[in-house]
C-alpha cells in the first residue's frame, strides 16, 4: 500500500484545482493507537453497568450446553503468568462456544484448604514467634479462611482484568459451607461401599510440613546424597532342595548392598537379590591404602558390578571363586549389619532373610537391594509377601523413635555420620561416599522428603468397586488435546498405588470416620454420615472440631468412648477432585459431566487424575468428555521463571503496561501443548502482531464509512477479486469451527493474523485502495469492495472477539455504536457456502505469483531511480496462461500501475515452458492530479488534470 498513502494525493504536484475533497479517504473514529492500558479498564466497567453477562445468559437459554469446569487455583499469593495462561486460554474456549451457538456459562472455582494455605499462615506465625501448635485449632482455621478469602479477592479482580468472563459474583470454592458437606458426602460414599480403609504403607513424608504428600505435590531437584556399601555376613543356609547346590562356601561370606539413604540401614528387615543375576562369589586378596575391606574376606556382589564395586570400596586384588545364579540364594540368612553394635541396646540381633525381587537389577550398587519396609513401596510390598514387620522407625517430624535403638531422637538426614561409625564399630561399613542425583522434594516448603510407613486413609483401587479398570475404561473414549496425554495419565492410573488421602493436618475438610476401638474396624453408617454433611452444610467442617462433636454425629445409640474420632484431613487432590461434585449441579444448571477440563500438563498427576478416580468411585464414569494440557511458561532463555533470577514476567505488570489484549494474543499466538516463552522482547513483537491487526480493523471501519445495506452487490456480481477474498474467509470459517470443536486452538490466530497482513493489506486493500478512494460513490466496483469489507469486518471482529474481547468491542462499537449493543452477544457469521470456490483460489494463487514476478521488476525500477511509484509503470508480463488469467486492465489494477501489455515468450525446450518474466517500462501520458495514474487520457475530458474515471467521478 506504498503507492496511495492515507493522505490525499497530488500535493507532489500543485494541481490546477485542489480536488481533495472528492476522494474517498477512509474515516473512522477507532482510533490507530489502542492505548489498552486505559480504554480497557473503562470496557470492564461499562459491561458491568450494563449487565453484560446477565444479558448474554438470558440470551442462551434453551441453547445446548457447554461445560468447562474450571480446575481450581490456589488462593494463596497474586496471580503468575501461569495463571494468566490458563484461564485466558479457558475464556476463549468459552467465549467461542458461545459465539458457537452453545450456552456456555463459565462458574470459576477456587481451592481454598490445605497446605498451600496452612503453610502461609504458619510462616506468618514463624515471623512473629508463635508456636502453630500452641493456637487453639478453631483460632488457627479462622486465620486460614480469612488468608484464603483475601486472596480469592484479589485473584478474582485480576482474572476479570484479564477479561475473564464468568459467574464471578458466585464462584464456587472448597471452604464454602456447601463444599464442605458435599467433600464430607464424597468421602461418605466410599465409606460406605466399602473402597475407604486404613492400613499401614510407606507414603511420601514432609518432615518439615509433618504431613502425608499426593505424587502431585512432589517435585525432583538436585541432591547430594550420603551412600554406604554395607557387609550383611551369611550366618545360615537352609537345605536346599536343589541337587548339587553347595552352601558351605556362603557360610562366612558377607552380601554387600549399596543404598542412598543410610538412615534406613537401622529399619532393615531383609536383601533382595535378582534371580536372574549372576553374582560372583569374591576373595579379597589385596585392597588400597584406607579401604575398610579386609585381605581374605569373601564377599558376594553382582558379576557385572564388580568392577564398580572395586573401584568404590578400593579392592585391588581378587578372586572369583564361583559364579552362581540368584536362584541359588533361596533360603540364605544374614546377620543385620547392626548386630552386637555396643550403642544398639541388643536390638538388632535378628536375621535377615534373603528374598527374591522382580525389581532388583545390575544397573547401578552390588545388584542386592536392602529392604525397609517402612521406607519404600518396593520394600512394602516385597516385606507384605514374606510376612516381614514394619516396624515404625521414624516419628513424623523426621527423627528416629525408640524402635531405632541407639539413634532415638536423631534426624534421618543428619543420621549418616552416626550410621557410618556404628556400622565400622561392628565391621559391617564396606565403603561410603556421596551421589549427586534427582531427589523428591515438597513443593512447598522446598525441602527433601521420605518414605515413611504410618497408619494412612486410603481408596481401595482394585477391590469390588474396580476403580482401576472402570478408570482405564474412560479414558480409552476420552478426547484429549494433545493426543499425546491419553498415554501419560493412562500409564499412570495403570500403576499408581491405592489412593492415600489423609494428611496430618489442620486447615481442611477433616475425614468423618469414626473407629471402633475394640475392633478398629470403621462406622459405615448412613445416618451418622447425613448427621454429618448437615452439620457441615450449616455451620462448615469447624463443627467436627467442636466440643461434643463424637456424641453429637454418633447420636444417642453410641458411646462416644467407644470410637476414636478421626482427626486427619482429607487430601486437597480429593477435595479438588471433588468439584463436580458439587459445581455441574442443577442448581447452577450445569450438566454432568463438563465437556471439557482444561489444565497444565502437570495434571496428568494432579487434578485430572484425583478427579477421575473420585468420580468413577462414586459414579461410575468420568467427570469429562475431553482432556486438554497445555505446557509451562518460561523465559526468553526457556529458563524457569524466579525471583532470584529476576526474569519473572508478571501479567500485572503486561496488563499495566500494554494492556491484556496482548497477553491474550501472546497466548493465542502460542503453541500452548508446548512450553511458551515470554519476557521483555516478545511481548514487544507481540506487541507489533497486535498493532498490525488492529490496523487492519481501522482500515476496513475507515472504508466503511457510510456503507448501507442499499450498495450491497449480490455474490454472484462480485468481481473475481472479491470472490476470492470471500473463499478466503470461508476457509478460515472452517478452521475456527475445527478449533471449536476440537479445542485445538494451536495456529488459529497466527492464520488470522496472516490473512490480514498478507492476503488484505499486502494484496486486498492494496489492489483496492484505488477504487475505494477514486471510483464514483455508486461505481460497481467501489460497492463490490465495500461489500466485502463489511463481511471482513463483520467476521474478523467475532472471530477476534474470544481472543482480543476489548479491541473486538472498540471495533464493533465503532460501527455499530449501541448502549446495548456488544460484540460479545453476537454469533459468529453464517458463512454461505457458495463462498467456497477452490477452482477460483487455484487461479487466483496463479494471479499472486505471476504478480510477485511484476512488482520484483517494479522493485529494481524503484531502486535505481526510474520511478517512484508504481503508478509510473507500464510493465511487461510474459507468461505461459497470463493473458488467460486477467485482461491487461484486471492486471494492471492488480499489480497497481498505469498500463500493462503481454510479451511473447521465447520457444522453451521440448515438454518445458519458459520461465515467467517481467520487463519495465514507463508509462506513456500524464498523471492524474486525482488517482494518480499515469495515462494518455489525462486532460481529454472537462478538467485539464484528471482523467476519464475521476473527470466523471467529480462531475462538472
Known amino acids: 500500500m506504498n503507492d496511495r498513502p492515507d493522505t490525499t494525493p497530488g500535493q507532489a504536484e500543485a494541481p490546477r484545482t485542489d480536488w481533495r475533497g472528492t476522494v474517498f479517504l477512509p474515516r473512522t473514529p477507532f482510533p490507530m493507537k489502542g492505548d489498552l492500558p486505559k480504554r480497557e479498564p473503562a470496557w470492564l466497567e461499562r459491561w458491568r453497568d450494563t449487565a453484560l453477562r446477565d444479558r448474554l445468559r438470558a440470551q442462551s437459554a434453551g441453547l445446548p450446553k457447554f461445560v468447562l469446569h474450571d480446575g481450581p487455583p490456589y488462593a494463596n499469593g497474586p496471580l503468575h503468568i501461569g495463571h494468566a495462561l490458563n484461564k485466558i486460554l479457558k475464556d476463549v474456549i468459552n467465549r467461542a462456544a458461545q459465539m458457537s451457538g452453545r450456552d456456555a456459562n463459565y462458574v470459576p472455582g477456587w481451592d481454598c484448604h490445605g497446605l498451600p494455605i496452612e503453610w502461609k499462615v504458619e510462616e506468618e506465625y514463624r515471623k512473629k514467634g508463635r508456636d502453630k501448635d500452641a493456637v487453639p485449632i478453631l483460632d488457627f482455621r479462622a486465620e486460614c479462611r480469612a488468608y484464603a478469602a483475601h486472596w480469592l479477592g484479589v485473584q478474582r479482580e485480576e482474572f476479570q482484568r484479564l477479561g475473564v468472563l464468568g459467574d464471578w459474583q458466585h464462584p464456587y470454592a472448597t471452604m464454602d459451607f456447601a463444599s464442605e458437606a458435599t467433600i464430607a458426602g464424597e468421602i461418605g460414599k466410599f465409606l460406605l461401599n466399602g ?47 536343589a541337587e548339587g547346590r553347595r552352601e558351605d562356601d556362603l557360610l562366612g561370606a558377607s552380601v554387600v548392598i549399596w543404598t542412598t539413604t543410610p538412615w534406613t540401614i537401622p529399619a532393615n528387615r531383609a536383601v533382595a537379590y535378582g534371580p536372574e543375576i549372576d553374582y560372583a562369589l569374591v576373595h579379597v586378596d589385596g585392597v588400597a591404602e584406607g579401604s575398610l575391606l579386609r585381605p581374605g574376606e569373601d564377599l558376594l556382589v553382582a558379576l557385572s558390578l564388580l568392577p564398580d564395586f572395586a573401584k568404590a570400596a578400593g579392592l585391588e586384588a581378587h578372586s572369583v571363586r564361583r559364579v552362581l545364579k540368584g536362584t541359588e540364594l533361596a533360603g540364605t540368612w544374614t546377620a543385620h549389619p547392626l548386630r552386637g553394635w555396643a550403642g544398639g541396646e541388643n536390638g538388632y540381633e535378628f536375621g535377615i532373610p534373603l528374598l527374591p525381587g522382580d525389581f532388583v537389577t545390575a544397573e547401578a550398587g552390588t545388584g542386592f537391594v536392602h529392604i525397609a519396609p517402612s521406607h519404600g513401596e518396593d520394600d512394602f510390598a516385597l516385606g507384605r509377601a514374606h510376612g516381614l514387620p514394619v516396624p515404625e522407625t521414624v516419628g513424623d517430624d523426621g527423627t528416629y523413635t525408640v524402635q531405632a535403638p541407639g539413634f532415638t531422637g536423631l534426624h534421618v538426614f543428619k543420621a549418616h555420620d ?14 561410603k561416599g556421596t551421589l549427586r542425583h534427582s531427589y523428591p522434594h515438597s513443593w512447598r516448603s522446598k525441602k527433601p522428603v521420605i518414605f515413611r510407613a504410618t497408619p494412612q486413609w486410603f481408596i481401595a483401587m482394585d477391590d469390588a468397586n474396580r476403580i482401576r479398570e472402570k478408570a482405564l475404561d474412560a479414558l480409552a473414549v476420552t478426547h484429549f488435546v494433545p493426543e499425546v496425554g491419553r498415554n501419560r495419565i493412562t500409564s499412570m492410573v495403570a500403576a499408581r498405588p491405592d489412593w492415600c488421602i489423609s494428611r496430618q493436618r489442620a486447615w481442611g475438610v477433616p475425614i468423618p470416620v469414626f473407629v471402633h476401638r475394640a475392633t478398629s474396624e470403621p462406622l459405615r453408617d448412613p445416618a451418622v454420615l447425613e448427621r454429618v454433611t448437615a452439620a457441615f452444610r450449616e455451620e462448615g467442617a469447624d463443627a467436627w472440631y467442636q466440643p461434643g462433636a463424637a456424641a453429637r454425629f454418633l447420636g444417642v445409640e453410641r458411646n462416644p468412648d467407644d470410637y476414636e474420632q478421626v482427626m486427619d484431613i482429607v487430601d486437597v487432590w480429593f477435595e479438588s477432585g471433588s468439584t463436580h461434585a458439587f459445581t455441574l449441579t442443577p442448581e447452577r444448571d450445569l450438566p454432568f459431566p463438563a465437556d471439557l477440563y482444561l489444565e497444565g500438563s502437570d495434571q496428568h498427576r494432579g487434578w485430572f487424575h484425583s478427579s477421575l478416580l473420585e468420580s468413577i468411585g462414586t459414579r461410575g464414569v468420568a467427570p469429562f468428555k475431553a482432556l486438554l494440557t497445555h505446557g509451562f511458561t518460561l523465559d526468553e532463555s526457556g529458563r524457569k521463571m524466579s525471583k532470584s533470577l529476576g526474569n519473572v514476567t508478571a501479567p500485572q505488570e503486561v496488563t499495566k503496561k500494554y494492556g491484556a489484549d496482548i497477553l491474550r494474543l501472546w497466548v493465542m499466538s502460542s503453541d500452548t501443548a508446548e512450553d511458551q516463552r515470554i519476557g521483555p522482547r ?15 480493523l481501522r482500515w476496513l471501519l475507515g472504508n466503511l464509512d457510510g456503507f448501507t445495506e442499499a450498495e450491497r452487490v449480490p455474490h454472484a456480481e462480485l468481481p473475481e477479486l472479491e470472490r476470492w477474498v470471500l473463499h478466503r474467509l470461508s476457509e478460515l470459517d472452517a478452521r475456527l469451527g475445527r478449533a471449536v470443536d476440537t479445542y485445538d486452538w494451536s495456529g488459529v490466530v497466527p492464520e488470522l493474523h ?65 448502549a446495548e449493543g456488544s460484540v460479545h452477544l453476537q454469533t459468529f457469521p453464517a458463512v454461505p457456502a457458495e463462498w467456497r470456490d477452490e477452482a477460483l483460489a487455484a487461479k487466483w494463487a496463479r494471479v499472486r505469483a505471476l504478480r510477485g514476478v511484476v512488482t520484483a521488476e517494479l522493485e529494481k525500477a524503484r531502486a535505481s531511480g526510474e520511478i517512484g511509484s508504481s503508478l509510473q509503470a507500464a510493465p511487461v508480463l510474459t507468461a505461459d496462461g497470463a493473458a488467460e488469467l486477467l485482461s491487461p486492465e484486471a492486471w494492471a489494477e492488480v499489480c497497481i500501475t498505469s ?36 495515462l494518455p487520457e489525462t486532460g481529454t475530458g472537462r478538467h485539464a488534470d484528471l482523467c476519464l474515471r475521476c473527470d466523471a467521478a467529480v462531475g462538472a
Open 195 to 241: 473402597s475407604l480403609y486404613r492400613g499401614l504403607r510407606p507414603v511420601m513424608w514432609s518432615p518439615v510440613e509433618k504431613t502425608a504428600l499426593a505424587d502431585a505435590e512432589v517435585e525432583y531437584h538436585d541432591h547430594t546424597s550420603p551412600t554406604l556399601w554395607a557387609r550383611f555376613p551369611v550366618i545360615a543356609v537352609d537345605t536346599p532342595e
Open 754 to 818: 496472516n490473512f490480514c497482513a498478507a492476503d488484505l493489506s499486502a494484496f486486498f486493500f492494496d489492489v483496492r485502495k484505488d477504487s475505494l478512494y477514486c471510483d464514483a460513490a455508486d461505481s460497481p466496483r467501489r460497492r463490490a469492495a465495500r461489500t466485502v469489507i463489511d463481511a471482513l469486518h463483520r467476521c474478523l471482529t467475532t472471530w477476534l472477539a474470544p481472543v482480543l474481547p476489548f479491541t473486538a468491542e472498540e471495533a464493533w462499537q465503532a460501527r455499530f455504536a449501541s
Open 682 to 696: 516478545i511481548l514487544e513483537q507481540t506487541a507489533e502482531l497486535y498493532r498490525r491487526l488492529r490496523n487492519t
Open 418 to 431: 552416626a550410621v557410618w561409625a556404628a556400622m565400622e564399630a561392628v565391621g559391617t561399613l564396606a565403603a
Open 899 to 934: 498500463g500493462f501489455e503481454f510479451g511473447e515468450a521465447p520457444a522453451a525446450g521440448a515438454g518445458e515452458a519458459a520461465a515467467p518474466s517481467a520487463a519495465f517500462r514507463l508509462a506513456p501520458g500524464e498523471k492524474c492530479a486525482r488517482c494518480w495514474r499515469v
